[in-house]
């Protein structure tokens, strides 16, 4: 009888110890999952938001990691945190007052994901980008740009960002195209259909 009480509260031991062990495991999970995007959400305050460059530059020293890459419609870019600081220092001299507004952020393992929107005032002309994208010359226009992106986080630092922004919505605001008069304003006024 003594053996069967011992092995009873052994089993009961274990049980309780797993129900624990696995309650500690998911409380850890969240809170790793929660510091991935409190990190995310700080990069769109402290660094694409802030309108002070050696500011946002430090934050993005802490923020992002030394081997950082990103994705984007222009292809990767493997520049690290260099190209980072190249970015803050190249979105505020072409639109000073950017800001970048958290729409919504969901995190599952080392991934984060959010959807926000970018906007700003145009300050000059944008330069061409070979293969993607023509200048646009600076008329003083306003943005407002829907994005989504998908972040890589390691040892609590952005290691690797997917981005997806509606930079075809982005060229017509600024007004490098009108879809409403996509020929003209891509090929010229002189153009002429053909049909055979």
Same mark, same amino acid.
């Given at each position: 009888?003594?053996?069967?009480?011992?092995?009873?509260?052994?089993?009961?031991?274990?049980?309780?110890?797993?129900?624990?062990?696995?309650?500690?495991?998911?409380?850890?999970?969240?809170?790793?999952?929660?510091?991935?995007?409190? &990190?995310?959400?700080? +990069?769109?305050?402290?660094?694409?938001?802030? $309108?002070? #460059?050696? @500011?946002?530059?430090?934050?993005? =020293?802490?923020?992002?990691?030394?081997?950082?890459? &990103?994705?984007?419609? +222009?292809?990767?870019?493997?520049?690290?945190? $260099?190209? #980072?600081? @190249?970015?803050?220092?190249?979105? =505020?001299?072409?639109?000073?007052?950017?800001?970048?507004?958290?729409?919504?952020?969901?995190?599952?393992?080392?991934?984060?994901?959010?959807?926000?929107?970018?906007?700003?005032?145009?300050?000059?002309?944008?330069?061409?980008?070979?293969?993607?994208?023509?200048?646009?010359?600076?008329?003083?226009?306003?943005?407002?740009?829907?994005?989504?992106?998908?972040?890589?986080?390691?040892?609590?630092?952005?290691?690797?960002?997917?981005?997806?922004?509606?930079?075809?919505?982005?060229?017509?605001?600024?007004?490098?195209?009108?879809?409403?008069?996509?020929?003209?304003?891509?090929?010229?006024?002189?153009?002429?259909?053909?049909?055979?």
């Amino acid at each position: 009888m003594k053996i069967i009480r011992l092995t009873l509260f052994a089993v009961v031991c274990l049980a309780l110890g797993a129900i624990a062990g696995h309650k500690f495991a998911l409380i850890q999970e969240e809170d790793r999952l929660e510091r991935n995007k409190a &990190l995310v959400r700080r +990069t769109h305050t402290a660094v694409w938001s802030e $309108p002070n #460059v050696p @500011k946002a530059t430090q934050a993005a =020293r802490e923020l992002y990691a030394s081997a950082f890459v &990103l994705h984007d419609w +222009t292809g990767d870019d493997a520049s690290g945190l $260099p190209g #980072v600081m @190249k970015s803050v220092s190249g979105i =505020r001299a072409d639109f000073p007052d950017w800001s970048e507004r958290l729409e919504s952020i969901v995190a599952e393992g080392d991934f984060v994901v959010d959807r926000y929107v970018s906007t700003g005032t145009q300050a000059h002309d944008l330069q061409p980008i070979p293969h993607h994208s023509p200048g646009v010359p600076s008329r003083g226009k306003s943005l407002r740009m829907p994005e989504m992106a998908m972040y890589r986080v390691v040892d609590g630092k952005i290691a690797e960002q997917w981005d997806f922004a509606d930079i075809w919505g982005a060229e017509i605001q600024l007004g490098l195209y009108d879809p409403d008069h996509w020929t003209e304003s891509v090929c010229g006024a002189r153009h002429e259909h053909t049909s055979r």
